[in-house]
């Protein structure tokens, strides 16, 4: 199985956004549950949003709700996190994972068997 691409990161001013992206070319991802967590430095990587196959059930941690959104476009077979509001804690790598058949959205990250590279976001002034 291939690798997940993440794009869309970069720095941005307190209070903006970004949109990061997670494609593959190797699988359908729609039949994945997809998460995206973040390692800052100094820190233990979190789970940030996860959503399911199938029905696209979500998950936000605490510290994103109402901020962030995550989703599917099927038809370009990526996942997208849609980041607004964005705070200088927000500043981590973020790395998007898959596992096949992940029915609930899980925010753990032993769960998953597929991994990215991960992607600088910086949310700075």
């Known amino acids: 199985q291939g690798q997940l691409v993440e794009s869309g990161g970069g720095l941005v001013q307190p209070g903006g956004s970004l949109r990061l992206s997670c494609t593959t070319s190797?699988?359908?991802?729609?039949?994945?549950?997809i998460g995206w967590f973040r390692r800052a430095p100094g820190k233990e990587r979190e789970a940030v949003s996860c959503?399911?196959?199938?029905?696209?059930?979500?998950y936000y941690a605490d510290s994103v709700k109402g901020r962030f959104t995550i989703s599917r476009d099927n038809a370009k077979n990526t996942v997208y996190l849609q980041m607004n509001g964005l705070k200088p804690e927000d500043t981590s790598v973020y790395y998007c994972?898959?596992?096949?058949?992940?029915?609930?959205?899980?925010?753990?990250?032993?769960?998953?068997?597929?991994w990215g590279q991960g992607i600088q976001v910086t949310v700075a002034s």
């Open positions: 994972a898959a596992k096949q058949w992940l029915s609930l959205p899980t925010p753990s990250a032993w769960a998953y068997d597929i």
């Open positions: 190797a699988f359908t991802m729609d039949y994945y549950g």
């Open positions: 959503i399911s196959s199938g029905d696209g059930s979500t």
